[in-house]
C-alpha cells in the first residue's frame, strides 16, 4: 500500500485514505476525509467526526459545525473558495469520546500529507487535540483567538487556536469566548490582504507580529 507522503494530490490522498482498513476506528463507521478548495488559502482543523458527520460523511456538518460555519460566514469567509474543514481524526470515535493519542497518531501521515498538499497562509485549531499537534504545551483557555507564527514541514504559516465550537455550545462563558475570537477573525484576514500576503507560501513577516489584531501570545 502506498505511503501518504508519496500522494500528488488530494483526491489521490483521499482514495488512500479510504482503503486504509489499517486505521484504528475504520471499522464500522463512514470515513470523514475533509472538504474545500485544494488550494484554500485557510485550514481548519477539528478534532473527530460526529454521528451526523459519519452519516454524510462530511465534517463540521452537525449543530457545532452549523455554528462554525455561520461564524466563518460572518467573518467574511466564502467557504466554497476560502477555506478547507478536516479533522485530526478522520473515523468517529466510539460514543463521541476524546480520540486517544494512538489514533492520532495512525491518523496524522494524512493531516500532515493534508497540509503539505493544500499549502494553507492560516490554519484554525478548534480545540485542544488540533491545537496540541501544533502548540503541544499551550492551554486553549490561555491562547484562544490569539495568533502565532509556525512553521510546518518548512512552510511558516500563520496559526490561529479556537475553542471547538461543541464546547462553545456547552456554556454561555465559552460562547461569548468563541464568537468573540471569530468577530476578530475577520480584522486579521483584512491585515494579509493589506500586507500583500496573499501570494503562495506568504506569511505575517515575524517582525510585524507583534502588529497583529489579534496579538501573538507569548506561552
Not at 452549523?66 to 466564502?78: D, F, S
Amino acid at each position: 500500500m502506498k505511503n501518504p507522503s508519496q500522494t500528488s494530490s488530494l483526491r489521490e490522498l483521499q482514495t488512500l485514505f479510504e482503503s486504509d482498513t489499517s486505521l484504528p476506528l475504520a471499522a464500522g463507521n463512514n470515513p470523514v476525509f475533509g472538504e474545500g478548495p485544494a488550494n484554500a488559502k485557510i485550514l481548519a482543523i477539528g478534532e473527530a467526526p460526529g454521528a451526523e458527520e459519519n452519516r454524510l460523511r462530511r465534517p463540521f456538518i452537525g449543530r457545532s459545525g452549523q455554528l462554525l460555519r455561520k461564524c466563518l460566514i460572518e467573518a467574511g469567509i466564502i467557504l466554497e473558495k476560502d477555506i478547507y474543514i478536516t479533522n485530526v481524526v478522520k473515523h468517529r470515535p466510539p460514543e463521541n469520546r476524546d480520540p486517544t493519542p494512538e489514533e492520532i497518531l495512525a491518523y496524522a501521515p494524512y493531516l500532515d500529507r493534508q497540509i503539505e498538499l493544500i499549502v494553507p497562509q492560516i490554519i484554525i485549531t478548534l480545540g485542544r487535540f488540533s491545537m496540541n499537534k501544533f502548540l503541544p504545551n499551550a492551554r486553549i483557555t490561555q491562547v484562544h483567538g490569539t495568533t502565532e507564527l509556525t512553521h510546518f514541514h518548512g512552510h511558516k504559516l500563520m496559526l490561529i487556536p479556537m475553542f471547538h465550537p461543541a464546547a462553545a455550545l456547552r456554556g454561555t462563558t465559552v460562547m461569548n469566548f468563541f464568537r468573540a475570537d471569530f468577530s476578530k477573525l475577520k480584522s486579521s484576514l483584512d491585515y494579509l490582504v493589506t500586507m500583500g500576503l496573499e501570494t503562495e507560501n506568504s506569511v505575517v513577516p515575524q517582525n510585524n507580529s507583534s502588529n497583529l489584531p489579534i496579538q501573538n501570545a507569548l506561552l
